[in-house]
Structure formats: structure tokens, C-alpha cells
């Protein structure tokens, strides 16, 4: 065999998964510049290594595809890593505390901002007040957002500098909440959060650049090659930055690809211009993204039937239904992908009902439309994701961030027969896709990964609903291969074959060699983006 010219690089191992079959092989990867020229035996790939090309041999590590992270917020993120993270509060007093050394810790920051509180972990499982803060930090504005990032705990200076008192009026779909005095809790529900985040988040840009390098190096140290950065609520919409990735890209700085989401809105001519601008390799418009519903803990989430504890409501959609209906069509229409943000299990029939509108007007197409999250399904709405052409973006370690205790007390046990219903979903035909939605959980695929094999909730020894557990190799291919397909670059992108993209990741272990637990302790070994090593561990 002759080649027309030597591999750059040459990676080999025992264990290389490449996403085509399900299970691992002994081969070699030739790559010449940014892409990969030859995959096969060593005996194969000898006719590629010249004097110039690097060799690396991994013996038993994993080499597989770089991780596709289907579902992020990558401003947000950034601004978390630099937070105070309070997951592991077990009361408000504790959450407090770490409030107060951190806020020792950073004297100039101007706002005090956190992340991943829960009540449902502490022992009283009752929400925050603004007074516990008040007492340690009178001063200085404090912005604490809940773990599943759609309500917040404020102090009441933040409330003060933003001028939200008990007269102010809650904007659609977002709640200033009251005590039974009409008094100001410091919880502010979905869009009223955005009554704060204005001032919260007005980062120099300088600032916003530091962030941002610091997420980069985030992600590539856990091998996330290629990332969907999903519009946020509109609370967190203000850290949206598309022309800093830009200027990142054109310095060589951007060290993973970037798929961009910005708003369906209605607003058809800025999404036109914004995909005409973005197309690049490394950054581009993939789709657009609105939000359907809330959460279930909030009980903003959307649900067919009253909430178990709260049978006065079924949540409420962010949008009315035919507005929502409207826009879908609208930009379907203009060829765009559209991906929503449905938890509750009306929330879900209604997107799907939108998508399926959609197909009506505008003719069956390949849209590769998304709904994510898909918390609490409905089983009549399994079969319609495959039948629709949807793709299921799901995020497995959302499963074990939620207390299941606090979380099936509010849909109740039938419903929660239907919680992250992964293996459901996957048998009806429905393609899989998983991702972060970080910072609401951490970014590390691990989490992802172990959670939808094992289905181990909070407690770290329960199963909630085992039978719809997956297969390593389905968990694999759901960050990889499906993330290709649903941003259109299945040619380019999401599994080991040559012409395609060099975007490679080896961890340390084999999972496929490993007891499940293992899987959570495996680190990445080396990344790879366009044919370059960002990060080797």
C-alpha cells in the first residue's frame, strides 16, 4: 500500500471504540492535519508513519470519540466555575456558611453569585429566606441560583439595587415570591430572576474572556470536543456572547467546537442572519431553542394531570400554546431545527403536537426537530418520537441531582414511573442524545454516562425505574454519534472513520473492562480537536 503523504499523527491501542460497531477493537488512527486519513490494523497503518509522524500508543486506555455535549449553557458556565457551588449544603445554615467564605474570600466581587442550591437535600426541606443572607452579608448583593436553575434566593440588597420590592409586579410566567405578610421571601421563580441578573452578570469583557478561556480548558481536560450551547431562560440571556466565541475562533483560542441556539422568538430575520454569520467549522448556528415549561420541584413544569402535592395546578407553559404553534411552523418553514425545553408531561405532548403541526403545513422534511430534557413522559407520547422524526436530548444525571424523594412527592408514584424514561424512548426508535445542560449538573460526560447504565439516584444504592438503563455502547454513541446527527454533521463528525474530523478523546480505562462504578472515576488521558492535542493528562 502507498499513501500520498505520512500521518501527522498516529494514535493505536487496544481499545478503540469507534462508535460504528459496539465494541472496542485493537486499530490504529492515522491523521493528517485535521482530519482522520486511515483507521485499521497497525499492519494497515504502517505505510502512513514516516520520520515526522508523533506516535502514541495507548495499550488498554480507551480511544473513542470526542464528547459531543448536546445540552449547555456555555456563559453561564463559564461565570460557575468562578462561583460559589452549594450542592453539598445539607441545610440552609450550611448553605449560608459557604456563602460567607466565599464572599471573605473575594472582597471586590461586586455581586456574590452561586450556584446549585437544593432544599430538597437539607433536613427541613423548606425554601431559603433573603434574612439568613441578610445577616451575614447586609451589604453586598447576593444571587443564588437553585440546582435546577429556574428559581433563585436572593439577600435583600440585591432586591434593594434592583428596585424589586413587594409592590413590584411579576412578569409573565415568573413569580416574586411572598410570605404570608406579603413580604418578600428572596425566591424569585423563572423570569423574575432576570429582574436581577442584569446588574449580577454585567461582566467586563476582559472578565467574560478570562471566563471563558477558563470553561475551554474545563471542557477539554473531560474530552468535550464539540458542545450545544442552548439559549438560556430569559434571566440568563444577557451573558449570550456569540462575538467573543468569534474573536476566540479567529485568535485560534477556540479549543472546541461551538454549536450555537439562539431564541425562537418570533424574530425569523435576526435567526436568518445569525446562521448567514455563523458557519464555520468550529462555530455555527445549528438550530434554534425556547422553553416549553419550568421545572417539576418549582411546579412550573407543565403537567396533563395536577401536581400530586399541589393539586390546584398543573404548572403552566411559558408561552401560550398557539403562540408556540405559531412559531414553530413559522421557522420550520425557513428550514431551521427547533429544540425545546419540555419537562412536564404536557409540556412534551405539546411540542410534539407543534412538531407534528409543523409536518402538516409545511410537509414532512428532515428537520431533525429536539425536545429536551423529557423528565416526566407520558407513555402514549413514547412512539411519537420516532414516528416524528424528534430526537430525545436527555440528560441522566439530572435523574440524580433531583432528591427522588422531594421530586416523586410532587408528580406522585405513577408519574414517576416515567422519570427519565431512557430505555423506553430508545426501544420506540427514538434516537438518544445526552448532555450536561452544565452548569445544573457538572460537565464531566463520567456522570452522564454512569447514571444512564446504572439508573443509581441520590442515595448513591437505589435504582429509580432499572429497566430503563441502557447499554454502554447506546450511552457512548447518545454523546457522540447522535449529537453529529442532530447538528447535522453525522458526515463529519460523532464516530471514528476516515475523512472524518480528527475530534479524539482517550481515557485512562477501558469502560468496557470496568465494573459501572469505575466508569465514574475514569479520567481523560488526551483531547483532540481538528487534528490538535488541547489537553493531555
Known amino acids: 500500500m502507498t499513501v500520498e503523504r505520512k500521518a501527522d499523527i498516529v494514535l493505536s491501542g487496544n481499545a478503540v471504540f469507534t462508535g460504528v460497531t459496539d465494541e472496542p477493537a485493537a486499530l490504529s488512527i492515522s491523521i493528517c492535519q485535521n482530519r482522520i486519513a486511515a483507521i485499521g490494523t497497525p499492519e494497515e497503518i504502517e505505510p502512513w508513519i514516516g520520520p515526522q509522524t508523533a506516535q502514541h500508543h495507548f495499550a488498554d486506555q480507551l480511544i473513542m470519540p ?4 448536546f ?3 456555555i456563559m453561564m458556565g463559564s461565570v460557575s466555575l468562578d462561583s460559589v457551588f452549594l450542592h453539598d449544603a445539607r441545610s440552609e445554615e450550611e448553605a449560608v456558611e459557604l456563602v460567607r467564605q466565599y464572599a471573605e474570600s473575594r472582597p471586590d466581587e461586586p455581586w456574590i453569585i452561586g450556584y446549585s442550591w437544593d432544599a430538597g437535600f437539607w433536613h427541613s426541606k423548606r425554601l431559603p429566606n433573603r434574612a439568613s443572607l441578610d445577616k451575614i452579608l447586609p451589604d453586598r448583593p447576593v444571587l443564588l441560583f437553585h440546582n435546577e436553575g429556574h428559581y433563585a434566593w436572593a439577600n435583600s440588597k440585591a432586591l434593594e439595587l434592583m428596585n424589586v420590592d413587594s409592590a413590584t409586579e411579576n412578569p409573565p410566567f415568573g413569580l416574586i415570591d411572598k410570605d404570608e405578610n406579603g413580604e418578600l421571601t428572596g ?5 423574575a430572576i432576570g429582574l436581577l441578573t442584569e446588574a449580577a452578570y454585567s461582566f467586563s469583557k476582559e472578565k467574560k474572556s478570562l471566563m471563558l478561556q477558563n470553561f475551554l480548558a474545563h471542557a477539554a481536560k473531560l474530552g468535550v470536543t464539540s458542545m450545544n450551547d442552548l439559549y ?10 456569540f462575538e ?14 461551538i454549536h450555537l441556539l439562539p431564541g425562537l422568538t418570533g424574530d425569523l430575520e435576526r435567526a436568518k442572519n445569525l446562521r448567514d454569520t455563523y458557519r464555520s467549522s468550529m462555530l455555527q448556528v445549528a438550530a434554534l431553542k425556547q422553553f416549553v415549561d419550568g421545572v417539576v420541584t418549582g411546579y412550573t413544569a407543565y403537567m396533563l394531570e395536577p401536581y400530586a402535592d399541589r393539586p390546584e395546578t398543573c404548572g403552566e407553559t411559558a408561552f401560550p400554546p398557539d403562540v408556540i ?15 425545546f425545553h419540555a419537562i412536564g408531561d404536557g409540556a412534551i405532548r405539546l411540542a410534539l403536537d407543534a412538531f407534528e403541526e409543523a409536518q402538516a403545513v409545511n410537509g414532512k422534511r428532515d428537520s431533525r426537530h429536539a425536545i429536551e430534557h423529557i423528565e416526566v413522559i407520558h407513555p402514549e407520547d413514547i412512539a411519537r418520537f420516532r414516528q416524528l422524526g424528534v430526537i430525545a436530548s436527555m440528560q ?29 424512548l430508545e426501544s420506540a426508535g427514538a434516537k438518544l442524545a445526552f448532555g450536561s445542560d452544565f452548569p445544573i449538573v457538572g460537565l464531566n460526560p463520567m456522570l452522564e454516562i454512569y447514571r444512564a447504565v446504572s439508573r443509581i439516584d441520590n442515595s448513591e444504592e437505589n435504582h429509580w425505574n432499572p429497566g430503563e438503563a441502557i447499554s454502554l455502547a447506546n450511552a457512548l454513541k447518545a454523546y457522540t454519534v447522535t449529537p453529529a446527527y442532530g447538528t447535522f454533521r453525522e458526515h463529519e463528525l460523532g464516530t471514528l472513520e476516515a475523512g472524518k474530523l480528527a475530534d479524539i478523546v482517550v481515557l485512562d480505562r477501558n469502560l468496557f473492562s470496568v465494573a459501572p462504578d469505575e466508569i465514574l472515576n475514569a479520567k481523560v488521558k488526551l483531547t483532540m480537536v481538528d487534528g490538535k492535542i488541547v489537553y493531555t493528562g
Not at 470526542?66 to 455535549?69: A, E
Not at 438560556?232 to 456572547?241: G, K, S, W
Not at 439530572?398 to 424514561?421: K, N
Open 187 to 191: 425566591i424569585l421563580y423563572e423570569t
Open 66 to 69: 470526542g464528547f459531543h455535549d
Open 325 to 339: 404553534k405559531k412559531w414553530v411552523v413559522d421557522a420550520d418553514r425557513e428550514g431551521f431545527s427547533i429544540r
Open 71 to 73: 445540552h449547555l449553557h
Open 244 to 257: 467573543l466565541f468569534k474573536e476566540f475562533e479567529d485568535n485560534g483560542s477556540l479549543t472546541a467546537r
Open 396 to 424: 441522566p444525571e439530572h435523574m440524580h441531582a433531583a432528591d427522588r424523594q422531594t421530586y416523586v412527592s410532587c408528580i406522585g408514584e405513577e408519574r414517576g414511573t416515567y422519570a427519565w424514561a431512557i430505555k423506553s
Open 232 to 241: 438560556a431562560t430569559e434571566a440568563n440571556a444577557i451573558l449570550e456572547d
